[in-house]
């Protein structure tokens, strides 16, 4: 019988909104309406068993000042700023 081994892995280069970085930031949810809250929940709740981080330090870089890709975390398809973002410890098999 045939083992499969779940191994952790970083899933880098996802880009999110300015909503989406506010609430992996800091928790800030004031800014948002409740139809939006769904949205941005249903995003953080696919990690694959890992957490949101946003970019920072020399990752900064990861940054983009204007798009029109939908959000990597709530897929909204609002135009604006990205976030540099990550999931760390993601679990694959
Ligand atoms: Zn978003």
Avoid at 33 to 39: A, H, I, Q, R
Avoid at 59 to 66: L, Q
Wanted: charged share 30%; with cysteine.
């Amino acid at each position: 019988m045939a083992i499969t081994e779940r191994h952790e892995e970083n899933i880098t280069g996802l880009h999110v909104c300015v909503d989406c970085a506010a609430v992996i930031a800091n928790g800030d949810w004031e800014q948002i309406d409740d139809y939006d809250k769904y949205d941005i929940r249903q995003g953080l709740a696919r990690t694959s068993g890992g957490y949101w981080v946003l970019d920072c330090g020399e990752n900064e870089e990861n940054d983009i000042d204007f798009s029109t890709t939908p959000c990597d975390c709530c897929r909204r398809k609002w135009a604006g700023a990205r976030h540099g973002a990550s999931i760390l410890d993601a679990l694959f098999s």
